[in-house]
């Protein structure tokens, strides 16, 4: 034990004195201690000159140290795989059996000896003591690197591992055991190393998302063991119909793998299932793995472009050329008088000239459904329909017309222009548009200003807006066509022209936020996974609400429907509908505000994945490895016992003794309190037991 002070402990010397010589002065002219006896007069000031000290001793701030010594237990942790591999070799019932005796004996052996813990990892790393080998993927890593994050810096004695050394999740688990160091993992292994007489689909590689009408791969690993000289077939399948097939040879090796690709046509929108079959082999030990289905997303969500103008125009031919190169854009070209409001409802129109032949129903549609809209404003559009159309003011009421240069606005941080676009803009030839200054009704972000010459102008030739129905653009003058065919003469390619106008049109088309329910959900899911939806609602100042109550159906395809409704979380909304059977679902989300009723649906698939049926053998060179390089041990799991035993006569498992030190001030000793009460009430109880005042 040390002591330590804010002050010295020289200074208590001084304390005392002060502490002796204040009792004395304190009594020495009371007459009635001087009537006293001696004996009387000595305690009397020895009880208040302890008192004084005593108080001294507490605000001078003594702290002492204490050293303790603390045993800690060495601990023994089991992590059993408790994937659905692991019955793949032997009977299930005999598995449960060693597991469950190797539990009981390490408890009867250990359990004085040993902190003892028990783990399980497939999916997930969680602890348990009953097991039932069910769990659909297995991630020996994550229990390994969970079991060295939980237990740094503590005595783990051993770590015994029983699996049968496969695992189809994250990484090799040799690599994370490096973390645990000087912690021996004694490995169980479960199953027959010797490959059986099987072969089997090993890995199919496909894209989740593919556009409609467009064709895609399939390409399908396959591997096997002791099959030789055999022949077999290898199929695609959709909806029971056969779509192509592949005849396999294997040859004399006893270990072979093949791969095939399949080339699908998309050509129905929505969650696809396709199956790949391999034709049975006579003698193989599984058919199993022999089939597997995969799920691919038909998606119809190109963007519609609609072209509008009284007749064809090289501006609409050089513009359509542009975004045409985009995947995602579907574009087509309608006249004014053949348009139809019963047609499809496009996501982007480009009117070019909108005064000619203009048409109020046209207008009205477009506004009523928010279409965004790039208007091109040439000469032949009159200021009456620009004024009308709500986009620009023009000075000019003559019909004249007027060359301008196009000037790139260095503030513009709408999207990312590239420098050498920048560039090229300066070069760009002069649109036809009318005499006269423009000035822009709604607020705007200017891509392109107006110069004549060297004389940069405010007025705005390229911009883009938003008013209450819609978000816009206008491109005030005629004759964007030469600006391709500049782009081509100085750089023998149209990179900058494309540029400019896809992204653009591209900014036209996002999807902004609006009024109303907005449902976040995932497309795809694992029967392993729960679903959870996350949820918004946004008033009419767009701001995120919490107020309406939102209700949720998920519907599966034999039509069973399962209703709930979404809890508040903040401003936002959440469900958690769990785990679901694989297939694909249908959900619809609703809610009512001020009298209106939001709704919005969708689909997304709940995916069977078979990654545990690939498992055709043991892997238990994993398992040597993390014995050898811990220091530990590999046996078979029915020889559990040995290796208790080996655990049990190891001298480098054993507890380990923890230095603790602990800091105590005097004025938290609750005693020395009550010591100092004490002190003060008898010297008052003497006093007046003896008649003093």
Not at 115 to 128: L, N
Not at 420 to 444: E, H
């Amino acid at each position: 034990m040390s002591i330590n002070s804010d002050y010295s402990l020289w200074f208590l010397l001084p304390c005392l004195v002060f502490a002796y010589f204040a009792a004395r002065y304190y009594y020495a002219k009371n007459d009635w201690f001087n009537q006293q006896s001696k004996s009387l007069k000595i305690i009397l000031r020895g009880l208040r000159t302890s008192t004084l000290f005593l108080l001294f001793l507490i605000l001078i701030g003594l702290i002492f140290q204490q050293t303790f010594y603390r045993k800690e237990k060495p601990i023994l942790i089991t992590l059993v795989d408790n994937s659905a591999s692991m019955l793949t070799f032997k009977d299930s019932a005999l598995i449960r059996n060693q597991v469950n005796s190797l539990q009981a004996k390490i408890k009867d052996k250990f359990n004085d000896k040993f902190e003892i813990v028990s783990y399980s990892i497939g999916s997930d790393f969680k602890e348990q003591n009953s097991f039932n080998f069910t769990e659909e993927s297995t991630a020996l890593e994550k229990g390994i690197t969970a079991i060295a994050t939980n237990y740094y810096n503590r005595n783990v004695g051993a770590l015994i591992f029983v699996s049968d050394g496969n695992y189809n999740v994250g990484g090799n688990p040799i690599y994370a055991a490096e973390k645990l160091n000087l912690t021996p993992v004694f490995t169980l292994g479960i199953g027959d190393t010797i490959p059986k007489k099987d072969h089997f689909i090993r890995n199919t590689v496909y894209n989740d998302v593919v556009f409609l009408k467009n064709k895609f791969p399939i390409e399908v690993d396959i591997e096997a063991n002791r099959i030789q000289n055999k022949t077999t077939r290898l199929s695609l399948w959709q909806n029971g119909k056969l779509l192509d097939a592949s005849t396999i040879t294997y040859s004399n090796e006893k270990h072979q793998f093949y791969q095939h690709t399949f080339l699908v046509e998309a050509n129905t929108p929505g969650f696809q299932v396709y199956q790949v079959r391999l034709d049975p082999i006579e003698g193989e030990s599984t058919i199993k793995n022999n089939t597997q289905s995969i799920y691919v997303e038909v998606i119809d969500s190109r963007n519609n472009v609609m072209f509008l103008s009284a007749a064809p125009h090289p501006d609409i031919a050089a513009i359509k050329s542009a975004i045409d190169q985009n995947e995602t854009i579907e574009s087509r070209y309608v006249s004014t008088k053949d348009f139809n409001l019963t047609t499809k409802k496009p996501d982007l129109v480009i009117w070019h000239e909108p005064g000619v032949q203009f048409d109020d129903k046209i207008l009205k549609y477009l506004t009523d459904n928010r279409i965004p809209v790039l208007y091109i404003l040439g000469p032949n559009t009159p200021a009456a329909i620009s004024n009308k159309l709500n986009l620009v003011a023009i000075s000019n009421s003559k019909n004249q017309t007027d060359e301008v240069l196009s000037l790139f606005n260095t503030s513009f941080s709408t999207f990312e222009i590239s420098e050498s676009c920048r560039q090229a803009i300066g070069f760009y030839p002069p649109l036809n548009s009318k005499f006269g200054s423009v000035r822009a009704l709604n607020p705007t972000d200017i891509l392109l200003y107006q110069r004549i010459g060297n004389i940069a102008k405010s007025d705005p030739l390229f911009f883009f807006g938003k008013n209450s129905q819609q978000n816009y653009a206008v491109l005030y003058g005629e004759g964007i066509w030469r600006w391709k065919l500049n782009d081509f003469v100085r750089s023998t390619t149209h990179d900058n022209f494309n540029e400019l106008i896809n992204k653009s049109v591209n900014y036209l088309l996002i999807k902004r936020q609006d009024i109303g329910l907005s449902v976040s959900l995932p497309k795809r899911f694992t029967k392993n996974e729960a679903v959870i939806v996350s949820a918004s609602f946004y008033n009419e100042y767009l701001e995120p609400i919490s107020t309406p109550i939102i209700s949720m159906v998920i519907k599966n395809e034999a039509g069973l429907t399962f209703k709930s409704q979404f809890g508040v979380s903040g401003t936002n909304y959440k469900l958690n509908a769990g785990k679901l059977a694989p297939g694909k679902y249908t959900w619809l989300a609703s809610t009512t505000y001020k009298g209106k009723t939001y709704s919005k649906n969708g689909y997304f698939l709940i995916d069977d994945v078979q990654l545990e049926q690939n498992n055709a053998n043991a892997n238990h060179s994993t398992l040597k490895q993390l014995a050898i390089q811990s220091n530990g041990k590999y046996r078979f799991l029915k020889d559990y016992e040995k290796t208790l035993e080996e655990i049990a006569s190891r001298d480098d498992i054993a507890a380990v003794q923890y230095e603790e030190k602990a800091f105590l001030s005097l004025i938290d000793l609750n005693w020395l309190l009550g010591f100092l009460v004490a002190l003060a009430s008898l010297e008052w109880f003497l006093r007046r037991f003896k008649g003093s005042y």
